[in-house]
Each structure stands twice: as C-alpha cells, then as structure tokens.
C-alpha cells in the first residue's frame, strides 16, 4: 500500500494513479528544495489530485513521505520488482559515483537494500533496479544531467551523469531515453511542468512532449539567458558594469548569459520572483554541461565577450546617442511645442530645448508620419488652452528664479 498525502491508504492499482520515486545520489537536495518551492503545478497540487488532465500522483521522496525505514523502502522494492500495479515514473537528483565500480563502500547510499536494490543500499543499486521498469526517467538537477559540482575536477567520487551511468541505449519503459532538467538549483517549475507534461504523454492526455538533442525539455531550455535579461539593454548600447554590485551589463565581470541556455529570467527562482540577474547576479552557466568547471574562474569574462563586447561598445554607444535625441524629443507635451517653450521649469534650469533639438524632431516627426496622417501637424492646429500659466494671469507672484532648480535637476546624460 502506498500512502498518498491525503493520509489515506491508495491501494497501488488504482486507476488513474502514477508514482514518483526519488532518489538522491551526489545531491546536495537543492533539488527537492527546488520542486517543494514549485508552483505550477505545485507538488501539493499533484498529489491531492487538483489538476484535472494528471493523474492522483503518489509522491515516494526520502525527505517528505510520511512512512520511513523500512516501510518507505518496501514501495521502492516494489516498483524494482514491478509490483506496483500502476506506472511510476523514476526521478535522480545528484550525481552517479562510481559505486558499482568500488569492491566496498559507497558514496551514496539510501535505505538497507533489498532483492530488488542487489547491494546494500547504494544509491546505484536502487537506481539499477528501478530504472528499467519505469515509464519514464527524470534527471533533476545539473548534477544528475551532467555530473555537476561532484564531477568536478579533483573529485574522489568518479561521479557522472544519470544519462551516462544508464547509457547512451537506455529506454524506459515506456521509451523514453533519460529527460534532463538542468540547474544548479534547477528552476522548480520547470520540473514540474517537465513532469506535468510526461504524465500526459503517459496517460495520452496530451501528445508527448518535445526534447532537444540533450534530452533537455525543448520550449524551457530553447533561449538563452541573455535574450530576456533585464540588463540586455545595456549590452546593446555598450554600458558594462565594473564591478560586482554594479547596474549596468555584467558580461566583462564573467557573465556567461549569451551562451547559455537557461529560462531563469522568464520564469525566475520561485513562483516568477527572483532569479541570478534579477537579484543582479552574472550566469556561471549552471545549467550546462561541464558546469563548473568549463565556466572557471567565475570572475573572468568569458575570452568571447571581449570580441562581442567591443564591438558593441562601438556600435552602441552611437545608438544610444541617437536614442538620446530621439528622447528628448518625446519627452514633450504638444501644448509645449504650440507655445514655443519646449520644455518645463525642470528642463529649463537643465539647459534643454536647444535650436538644435528642435530641428531634430522636426525631421523625425517627417519620417515617423511619412505614409500616414500626421498627427503632430494636426495636432499643431489644436487651439492652446487659454487658462495655461493661470497664476501668472492672476498676477500671483510666482517665482521665476532657476538657481535652486539648478542644484536639484540632473539630466539623461548625467544619469
Ligand atoms: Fe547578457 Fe549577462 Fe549582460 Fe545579462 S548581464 S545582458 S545575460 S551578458
């Protein structure tokens, strides 16, 4: 019998019902961390059935389940024997030490083993024994997709990845070879919604989903970083920051984003908030293979931005020029322009509305309308409000002064 988190007993072959087990192996439980934090769909909405096209999921995680020991271990060995009398499908966070490969000890260990685990215990065996029989096999986590920080350099563990412990031949039950979520933590919603969408492929609610060629889930891990991030601006005008702390595009301080495929931006850390460049940081590349150590020294900039960054410091300082000019020009109010004074109080003690920057938006309004009505022209003909500088009409003394102004206004070239 396996308890579901509704407290009540769900006998393995119900209908509509789909396990989960998970198994840690080098893990340092980020990633069940990062799958409690999930919010769409959260665990709780799995496993109390919330979510119409899923299945009831009965969820078998070390740190959550309400059986332990023995009892907890038994449903494992069940599922390896394929005793179950319901799919299940298999999730590893952490990496794979070589274990097998040792005559004693292990590096990962879970329960007292079993006939279905044939060792003692080792996160290995279990992995060994389930793994054939599961519908479908979920690595989470960089460390269970690529090997990860315990696959680093100088490491004792011999650790690899999930896909490379199985082998490149490795099919589930079902057919799938093994379906990586990367991250150093993973971004939670992106397993849950893998494992969403792989229940329905299951179930035949919905066709299967699409992979990329690392058997990463394609509409998640398609983009790079640096196509969403909030700092992308800059790079296209050649502002970078430097150093750590700094606004401005992080790239020649070790950012990695335009070459790592990551959706962090989008989706952020948990439930959309947060997330590496929102909160400021620059991408170590976490997500990819061979992470860390082929994004080391992580304050270094990668060797390829001082060609992509050059140039963009060329190219967009000019267009941030232009845009400067172009931003001037709407920073005003029509009424403005009809009244010969282009600008405020503010922008007078700042200095703005020069003959040349009249003229400028002259030529931009032309080819802003150019094929189309006019507005601005029409806009010229609109009669002025006749109560505008109200106080001055009333002969209310007003001061007319800009020094003080002076001392408190900043423009956009000063920013
Ligand atoms: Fe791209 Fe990184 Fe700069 Fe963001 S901080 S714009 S990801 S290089």
Redesign the pocket.
């Known amino acids: 019998m396996a308890i579901d988190f509704r407290g009540q007993s769900a006998p393995a072959s119900e209908e509509g019902m789909m396990h989960v087990f998970w198994l840690s192996g080098m893990s340092c439980d980020g990633c069940s961390v990062a799958m409690l934090g999930a919010s769409n769909p959260s665990i709780e909405d799995l496993v109390l059935d919330r979510v119409p096209d899923l299945p009831l999921v009965v969820m078998h995680h070390p740190m959550i389940a309400e059986e332990s020991g023995a009892e907890l271990m038994a449903q494992y060995s069940a599922a390896g024997q394929n005793q179950l009398g319901a799919p299940y499908i298999l999730v590893v966070e952490g990496s794979i030490p070589d274990d097998q490969a040792l005559s004693s000890g292990a590096f990962a260990s879970m329960g007292a083993g079993s006939s279905a685990a044939r060792g003692r215990g080792r996160a290995t065996d279990w992995i060994v024994a389930l793994a054939p029989n599961a519908a479908a096999t979920i690595a989470i986590g960089t460390c269970a997709t690529w090997g990860g920080i315990p696959a680093a350099a100088g490491n004792i563990t011999r650790s690899m990845s999930l896909m490379d412990f199985l082998g490149g031949g490795y099919r589930s039950s079902r057919g799938l070879p093994v379906v990586n979520v990367p991250g150093c933590a993973p971004q939670g919603d992106n397993f849950m919604e893998t494992l969403a969408n792989i229940m329905r492929g299951l179930t035949g609610n919905r066709d299967m989903p699409q992979f990329d060629e690392l058997g990463r889930p394609a509409w998640l891990f398609d983009q ?3 196509v969403h ?4 601006g ?2 296209e005008e050649g502002i970078f920051a430097e150093e750590p702390g700094d606004n401005e ?3 020649e301080i070790g ?4 070459v790592v495929q990551c959706n962090i931006v989008e989706r952020g850390a948990v439930n959309h908030l947060g997330g590496c ?1 929102v909160a400021g940081g ?2 170590i590349g976490c997500t990819m293979p061979g992470f860390p150590d082929k994004y080391s020294p992580f304050y270094k900039a990668p060797p390829g ?1 001082a060609i992509s960054g050059g140039l963009t410091k060329v190219t967009g300082s000019a267009i941030r020029r232009m845009r400067l000019m172009s931003m001037k020009m709407a920073n005003r109010e029509p009424i403005w322009e009809r009244a010969g004074d282009g600008t405020t109080a503010w922008g007078r003690a700042a200095g703005l509305d020069s003959p040349l920057e009249r003229i400028n938006g002259k030529f931009y309004k032309k080819l802003q309308y150019k094929g189309s009505v006019n507005q601005a022209s029409r806009n010229k003909l609109q009669p002025q409000p006749q109560s505008m500088d109200i106080l001055r009409q009333k002969g209310v003394d007003v001061e007319a002064s800009t020094d003080v102004l002076q001392e408190h206004v900043i423009t956009r070239e000063e920013l």
């Not at 991030?229 to 992308?232: I, L, T």
């Not at 950012?255 to 335009?258: A, F, K, N």
Request: aromatic share 16%; charged share 5%; hydrophobic share 35%.
């Open positions: 790079t970083v640096h991030c909030p700092k992308a800059y790079y595009c992080l790239v950012c990695w984003g335009p460049m620059a991408c931005s």
